[in-house]
């Protein structure tokens, strides 16, 4: 299971984490993407991190400005989300597969599927 938390309304410019915590898996087995949707576009991947290896993949539209990382010890991904422009407003969902589909922004072989966190960034 996933859970993502830490959303909220936040100003252009301001910074906001959110949390992936998740269970009833080998989580260094696995993979977790962070996606994200906005009212009327499709879903986008954002970025993942192989929580095996630790190696990590950003999307073009948040490199530079967001920063994935992960705790094994408690099981839990973060996304730090600095510089936020109103583009960037969306429901955050987290999502869990085996390490071996490696990273990048396929959706292809996602066991697990967290309920998002609405992220809005006010201009």
């Known amino acids: 299971q996933l859970q993502a938390s830490g959303g909220g309304l936040v100003q252009a410019g301001g910074s906001l984490r959110i949390s992936c915590a998740t269970s009833?898996?080998?989580?260094?087995?696995?993979?977790i993407g962070w996606f994200r949707q906005a009212p009327g576009r499709e879903r986008e991947a954002v970025a993942s991190?192989?929580?095996?290896?630790?190696?990590?993949w950003y999307a073009r539209s948040v490199e530079g400005r967001f920063t994935v990382s992960s705790d094994n010890a408690k099981n839990t991904v973060y996304l730090q989300m600095n510089s936020l422009k109103p583009n960037d407003t969306a429901v955050y969902h987290c999502?869990?597969?085996?390490?071996?589909?490696?990273?990048?922004?396929?959706?292809?072989?996602?066991?697990?599927w967290g309920r998002g966190t609405q992220v809005t960034v006010s201009s």
């Open positions: 991190i192989d929580n095996g290896n630790g190696r990590i």
């Open positions: 999502a869990a597969r085996r390490a071996r589909y490696g990273l990048g922004p396929s959706t292809i072989g996602y066991d697990y």
């Open positions: 009833g898996f080998r989580f260094d087995e696995y993979g």
